[in-house]
């Protein structure tokens, strides 16, 4: 047994009294060009890390490679990457390293979030979805968990969300593909720990980008509920620093709450999202609103 004591569901908001330096580490993100990973590499960056980043959206890298690198003293680079293609993921891991020295951390973000009923679904959206949120992660997961353990260290976060724990119409298979990533990190934590490597999975409630555009929330839920992309950089940067907690959601509070509700049975949960004014989070929102997003990954970005 490793002496940081490894976390389970039930520390969710533990610490250990492992600290890891940040300074001098190398730490990969996909979906790096926008939102929650833009925002983590930002944070990484400035504690002193070496960072890559990597999207599909060559244009939007140039731009967000731009802003990274006026951060003073940052070391940065910004490569082409297919999170559903695991060779392109392999090409994206050893450039980093060729480039930056070997991979400390990598933090699986990209990720897409189309909304509407599962029947008015397109299958081929339906299949995007799985091959993003899921193989993107099984394919970034497979080579930082060979190179992780070859070396005896290493951390992999991975970026879900704490729809993962609940339900809400109009995301039936957004919320599979994140309980997925969810069960998926909690076993590879237990197979990778003996190895000396972390795994952490990332629950973020709602969060102010594209992906989340045109939610209606309640006055009382947009202040409890609604973050930023640097909450959840912060949330990642801690996980990092401190390691041994498996599941960290974001906010903590709303997401102890969300997580201790999964147990209750589906009427009673439902009927709970009525009282709390949460039922129409999903299918009540500015689909209008919606509309840029979910053409631009449908068309290939993301």
Avoid: C
Avoid at 53 to 78: H, K
Avoid at 218 to 236: F, N, Q, T
């Amino acid at each position: 047994m490793r002496d940081d004591g490894v976390a389970t569901k039930r520390h969710l908001w533990s610490k250990t009294s492992r600290k890891i330096e940040l300074i001098g580490k190398v730490v990969a993100i996909t979906g790096g060009a926008r939102g929650i990973g833009l925002a983590t590499a930002r944070a990484f960056a400035a504690a002193g890390a070496s960072v890559a980043i990597g999207d599909v959206d060559a244009e939007q890298t140039a731009v967000a490679l731009a802003e990274l690198e006026s951060i003073p003293g940052a070391r940065v680079i910004g490569l082409p990457l297919d999170v559903t293609d695991q060779q392109s993921f392999q090409t994206f891991f050893d450039a980093t390293q060729h480039a930056l020295g070997p991979i400390d951390v990598l933090v699986n973000n990209a990720g897409i979030m189309p909304t509407g009923l599962f029947a008015d679904e397109d299958p081929a959206m339906t299949a995007r979805q799985v091959a993003i949120n899921v193989d993107g992660v099984l394919n970034g997961s497979r080579v930082a968990a060979q190179a992780f353990a070859a070396r005896g260290h290493g951390h992999i976060v991975n970026i879900a969300s704490l729809v993962g724990v609940a339900s809400f119409a109009g995301l039936a298979t957004y919320t599979g593909t994140k309980r997925f990533v969810i069960g998926f990190s909690e076993v590879l934590n237990l197979e990778m720990r003996e190895q000396g490597v972390d795994v952490t999975v990332v629950l973020p409630s709602v969060v102010r980008t594209e992906l989340a555009s045109g939610r209606r929330l309640p006055a009382l839920w947009e202040r409890l509920a609604v973050v930023d992309p640097k909450d959840i950089a912060a949330a990642v940067v801690a996980a990092v620093s401190r390691p041994g907690r498996v599941l960290v959601a974001v906010p903590g509070g709303l997401g102890g709450a969300m997580v201790g509700s999964s147990g209750l049975p589906p009427r009673l949960r439902s009927r709970l999202l009525r009282l709390v004014r949460l039922d129409g989070l999903i299918t009540g929102g500015d689909e209008a609103a919606r509309a840029t997003y979910h053409h631009r990954i449908a068309g290939g970005t993301r």
